[in-house]
Nanobody, 124 residues
Framework: QLQLVESGGGLVHTGGSLRLSCAAS????????MAWFRQTPGGERAFVAT????????DYADSVKGRFTISRDNPKNTMFLQMNNLKPEDTAVYYC?????????????????WGQGTQVTVAP
């Protein structure tokens, strides 16, 4: 199991940028598939991006492709989400998630390690 802690959220205006971080405990971080999800009040927790344990491949929700970039630094047990050209509809609580399995997974039920979330608010 991993303990995950997100940081980097905040308030920005439309078109602005934020970089989220997810710090993981444990010595097996490099074995975990990592992902970002987001959730609005009253909404479901939705997939944003995922990255393989090696960092060699990533995938994104259509709504963020071309604007968000997921990356990881395995020696530092940290994952990142660079968010550019932010829009008000990106406003949500962003969660990092991890699971120790092969392949890319997009549904929240496939992940068994979660952080506490960080709020991102994009003002018009």
């Amino acid at each position: 199991q991993l303990q995950l802690v997100e940081s980097g959220g905040g308030l920005v205006h439309t078109g602005g940028s934020l970089r989220l971080s997810c710090a993981a405990s444990g010595r097996t971080f490099s074995s975990y598939l990592m992902a970002w999800f987001r959730q609005t009040p009253g909404g479901e927790r939705a997939f944003v991006a995922t990255i393989l344990p090696t960092g060699s491949r990533a995938d994104y929700a259509d709504s963020v492709k071309g604007r968000f970039t997921i990356s990881r630094d395995n020696p530092k047990n940290t994952m990142f989400l660079q968010m550019n050209n932010l829009k008000p509809e990106d406003t949500a609580v962003y969660y990092c998630a991890a699971v120790r399995r092969s392949g890319l997974w997009y549904d929240r039920g496939s992940y068994d390690n979660w952080g506490q979330g960080t709020q991102v608010t994009v003002a018009p």
